[in-house]
């Protein structure tokens, strides 16, 4: 866990990423809020605030006695949000702040390029 954000939004946005990579599957059961704030050292309040949000967004839902488990469409909605914000806020401010120090575009197309390359 990071001081960048909240733990909870941090909590929120691993089981979505392990959403959208495959780990949970539609009506997979996740991991416990006791689980969570164990293996991540958090306030079990803190666990089950992060479910609640996700419950309330539609990403997870409860089984009646069994836990909480991954909705129909889930991996669209937190894909189709999280390009939203990507697309809409994160390259914004790239932008911006590349503009700030000067750097050209063909320089941050060289090291986007560049990074490319790396992950191959």
């Known amino acids: 866990m990071t001081d960048t954000q909240p733990v909870f939004v941090q909590i929120m946005e691993i089981i979505e990423s392990d959403i959208i990579t495959g780990v949970y599957q539609t009506d997979d059961l996740i991991i416990s809020t006791t689980q969570i704030s ?8 803190t666990a ?4 609640s949000k996700l419950t309330d967004a539609g990403i997870l839902y409860k089984k ?20 939203d914000v990507f697309l809409n ?32």
């Open 64 to 83: 009646r006695g069994i836990g909480m488990c991954v909705a129909e469409g889930a991996r669209e909605k937190i894909t189709e949000r999280r390009r």
């Open 48 to 51: 089950v605030k992060a479910i």
């Open 38 to 45: 164990k293996v991540y050292s958090v306030n079990p309040t």
């Open 89 to 120: 806020h994160t390259i914004k401010a790239l932008l911006g702040e590349a503009k700030t120090l000067g750097i050209s575009l063909d320089e941050l197309v060289n090291v986007i390029k560049e990074g490319v390359k790396d992950d191959d």
